[in-house]
T-cell receptor, first 114, second 109 residues
């Protein structure tokens, strides 16, 4: 049973560029959430996708956008990259079952903006 | 939103010692999870424990929902237990998890 998989594992981008990160959820899960983890901090919630719609959003600007596909996989897009966007980006999947269920995380994508 | 506080921020122990990590949260929650983050950044699930007590080998956890805290116990620590331990909680629905700042645990041989 494949867990949550993310790609790429590492990425270097130049300030002002755009980036797309990808996530495939754990088998049987239908909900994907994205988190940003700055060095030395806990992960911070960016947004959650269920049924191909953004259901909830954390305190992140519109430069951060996402998409969920019919197969439940998801993309995180960040436009106009800033140096401060350098972080570990984590994807989590869960099952939306009218109750809260356990979230499982991928290995993350480490983004460096230069 | 929910506030999550973890203590202590840092903990240095000798191999074989026992440890207790604490997580306080500011509101009632429907999800509370403990994670161990490995050196490569992956969050490893330890416990899904919105209430009650669970045990898994040398690790156990207790959440007292009415008093809004959770404890993670590590017995007979090993050097491989080193790393950062996170507590995360949410109220439910589409809420994302709110993480604490973590406890950085170092187990010395």
């Amino acid at each position: 049973d494949a867990g949550v998989t993310q790609s790429p594992t590492h990425l270097i981008k130049t300030r002002g560029q755009q980036v797309t990160l990808r996530c495939s959820p754990k088998s049987g899960h239908d909900t994907v959430s994205w988190y940003q983890q700055a060095l030395g901090q806990g992960p911070q919630f960016i947004f959650q996708y269920y049924e191909e719609e953004e259901r909830q959003r954390g305190n992140f600007p519109d430069r951060f956008s996402g998409h969920q596909f019919p197969n439940y996989s998801s993309e995180l897009n960040v436009n106009a990259l800033l140096l401060g966007d350098s972080a570990l980006y984590l994807c989590a999947s869960s099952l939306f079952d009218n109750a809260v269920t356990e979230a499982f995380f991928g290995q993350g994508t480490r983004l460096t903006v230069v | 939103g929910i506030q999550v506080e973890q203590s202590p921020p840092d903990l240095i122990l000798q191999e074989g010692a026992n440890s207790t990590l604490r997580c306080n949260f500011s509101d009632s929650v429907n999800n509370l999870q403990w994670f161990h983050q490995n050196p490569w950044g992956q969050l490893i699930n330890l416990f899904y424990i919105p209430s009650g007590t669970k045990q898994n080998g040398r690790l156990s956890a207790t959440t007292v929902a009415t008093e809004r805290y959770s404890l993670l116990y590590i017995s007979s620590s090993q050097t491989t237990d080193s790393g950062v331990y996170f507590c995360a909680a949410c109220r439910g629905g589409a809420d994302g998890l709110t993480f604490g700042k973590g406890t950085h645990l170092i187990i010395q041989p």
